[in-house]
């Protein structure tokens, strides 16, 4: 049977079991299994431990649990809230100064946990509120949030290109850095909208006769003292980065030193010490991490099957073959990522077609860290993207009382400049990949 044939087979049973509501891991291991039964020698189901564990058996996976246990720390004390309000007593007086606060606040808890979700929750769970409170519409104040979350898996370090590096064999420090420019570019795209839609609902009220709340004024007393809190922080990501810039640190001794600095702040200017705080960020650190690591094992199996299908290596020649630009392959790769990740979380993409995608854009002669960026950018939109946006369920479960119809439309604005910031890393590739080049190793 064609390779193709099969590939099409095995991808519309892999899409069944996942709308079934099984678990992602489960489904891409019985999805393996069944595959092996249909179409290669039934004894192949003898290795199938072996496969999953070898998916596992990476020394450079073990940064994810390390830096899932950074952001927990972070996530699970009033670091978030302080990042926030911080932010927001430097801005006050800037239109829409607030909204800027809750995505800068994003950005650098982003450096942090390297989450999506946890991002949007721990900044929302306080910035909500206090935008609605000061007159921003329902559905400005969380896309805000929404947006601001998918910094997460952009900003380094961001378990999402942990996996991205490990499924194509590319350098995760080189694409941690590459991260830091685009990062920057998104949260200032990001952070221009907010001005421009508070004025205009600013007048809209105004016109309607509505009084706009006073804002709380800050003296610079107040503002150095909330400055003074979050620092530490601060020196803790910058000095994560500058290991990794400089060389002096593979990424899973970056996430060691962090892991250990982040949880010392903790105890310092948090007093996280007793048992039973402690054990809490372990074990919400062991339910992320294994959910992750199990998804990664069963990918690996799924990926040893379309290897061994010649599917993945079929389809990537018949792509490179067709008599078309490289770039009108790239939009349609661009299409298909957007497309799934309005079903599936990012892990679960990456692990699924980046290692079909892989040999193809390499073949096209694109970068392959500079499309590790590209990727993320498309699954960021995605997170924010019915019907399995995660940020938007996210944030709609801290306002409950706001409809999901109100937030999507909050979100759509940000999604086109996601979109935007696509079109701008493809026409200036170098924003993505200037830094990579120049680190020592």
């Known amino acids: 049977m064609d390779p193709l044939v099969v590939g099409a087979i095995v991808i519309f049973i892999a899409i069944v079991f996942l709308f079934s509501g099984m678990p992602i891991a489960f489904a891409l291991g019985v999805t393996s299994m069944v595959a092996m039964v249909l179409f290669m020698d039934a004894n192949q189901i003898s290795v199938v431990a072996e496969t999953v564990f070898e998916g596992v058996n990476d020394f450079g996976l073990?940064?994810?649990?390390?830096?899932?246990?950074?952001?927990?720390?972070?996530a699970l004390t009033r670091a978030g809230s302080d990042l926030y309000e911080c932010f927001h007593r430097w801005l006050y007086k800037v239109p829409g100064g607030l909204g800027i606060g809750n995505i800068g606040a994003c950005a650098i808890f982003a450096a942090l946990t390297g989450s999506s979700p946890a991002c949007a929750a721990a900044i929302g769970t306080m910035g909500i509120p206090e935008m609605r409170k000061r007159g921003y519409p329902e559905g400005l104040a969380t896309g805000i949030i929404t947006a601001g979350g998918t910094l997460g898996i952009l900003i380094p370090p961001s378990v999402t290109m942990i996996v991205y590096g490990m499924a194509t064999e590319t350098s995760i420090g080189k694409l941690f850095i590459?991260?830091?420019?685009?990062g920057l570019l998104m949260t200032i795209l990001f952070a221009s909208w907010v001005p421009f839609a508070y004025l205009r609902n600013r007048r809209l009220k105004l016109a309607a006769g509505f009084q706009m709340a006073d804002e709380k004024t800050y003296s610079l007393?107040?503002?150095l003292s909330i400055t003074a809190k979050i620092f530490p922080l601060v020196i803790v990501v910058a000095l994560v980065l500058s290991s990794l810039y400089t060389g002096w640190a593979t990424p899973s001794e970056a996430a060691g030193v962090?892991?250990?600095?982040?949880?010392?702040?903790a105890m310092m200017f948090y007093r996280?010490?007793?048992?039973r705080e402690v054990t809490n960020i372990l074990?919400?650190?062991?339910?992320?991490?294994?959910?992750i690591m199990m998804i990664i094992a069963t990918s690996f199996l799924f990926g040893s099957v379309l290897t061994n299908l010649y599917i993945a290596q079929t389809l990537a020649q018949q792509i490179v073959a067709l008599q078309v630009d490289r770039w009108v392959i790239m939009a349609l790769i661009n299409v298909l990522l957007l497309v799934?990740?309005?079903?599936?979380?990012?892990?679960?993409?990456i692990l699924i077609i980046c290692p079909i995608l892989h040999p193809i854009i390499t073949g096209l002669g694109f970068d392959p860290i500079w499309f590790g960026v590209v990727i993320t950018l498309n699954l960021e939109a995605g997170l924010i993207t019915p019907p399995v946006g995660l940020?938007?369920?996210?944030?709609?479960?801290?306002?409950?009382?706001?409809?999901?119809?109100?937030?999507?439309r909050g979100s759509l604005p940000f999604i086109w400049l996601l979109l935007s910031g696509i079109a701008i890393l493809c026409f200036f590739p170098q924003l993505a990949t200037w830094l990579p080049a120049q680190m020592i190793r």
Do not use: H, W
């Open 62 to 74: 073990l940064s994810i649990p390390l830096f899932i246990f950074m952001g927990m720390i972070a």
């Open 178 to 182: 590459a991260g830091i420019v685009p």
């Open 221 to 223: 007393g107040e503002r």
């Open 258 to 265: 962090g892991a250990f600095l982040v949880l010392i702040v």
């Open 272 to 275: 996280i010490y007793r048992i």
């Open 283 to 291: 074990m919400r650190t062991c339910k992320e991490s294994t959910m």
């Open 340 to 349: 799934a990740g309005c079903f599936l979380p990012p892990v679960a993409i």
């Open 391 to 408: 940020n938007l369920y996210v944030v709609q479960g801290i306002a409950p009382d706001i409809p999901l119809a109100t937030v999507l």
